[in-house]
Nanobody, 125 residues
Framework: QVQLVESGGGLVQAGGSLRLSCSAS????????MGWFRQGPGKDREFVAG????????DYVDSVKGRFTIARDNAKNTVHLQLNSLKFEDTAVYYC??????????????????WGQGTQVTVSS
């Protein structure tokens, strides 16, 4: 069992920045690829960014490339998502997830074994 807790969300103006954090407890954090997903009002949960177990592979959805940065610290059992140049359309609840499946399945929400409770990011235009 892995427990995930997100933090760092909030209200920010367009063009601003936020740093989301996800703290893990329970089983070995470094055994899981980690992903950040988001779900806007009336929308499906979508992949935003993923990072492999060791951190040597990273993936972003096209809409956030160059603006968001994912990083993990296996010694501290945390994964972060730095959100820069925020846009109104980035408004959503952001979730971190942990998957024990292969890296190639990282973009599928159904691949994830554990989820946090989510943190709200609201960008005002």
């Amino acid at each position: 069992q892995v427990q995930l807790v997100e933090s760092g969300g909030g209200l920010v103006q367009a063009g601003g920045s936020l740093r989301l954090s996800c703290s893990a407890s329970g089983r070995t954090f470094s055994a899981y690829h980690m992903g950040w997903f988001r779900q806007g009002p009336g929308k499906d949960r979508e992949f935003v960014a993923g990072i492999s177990k060791s951190g040597d592979s990273i993936d972003y959805v096209d809409s956030v490339k160059g603006r968001f940065t994912i990083a993990r610290d296996n010694a501290k059992n945390t994964v972060h998502l730095q959100l820069n140049s925020l846009k109104f359309e980035d408004t959503a609840v952001y979730y971190c997830g942990a998957t024990s499946l292969i890296w190639e399945l990282r973009r599928r929400s159904s691949s994830y074994d554990y989820w946090g409770q989510g943190t709200q990011v609201t960008v005002s235009s």
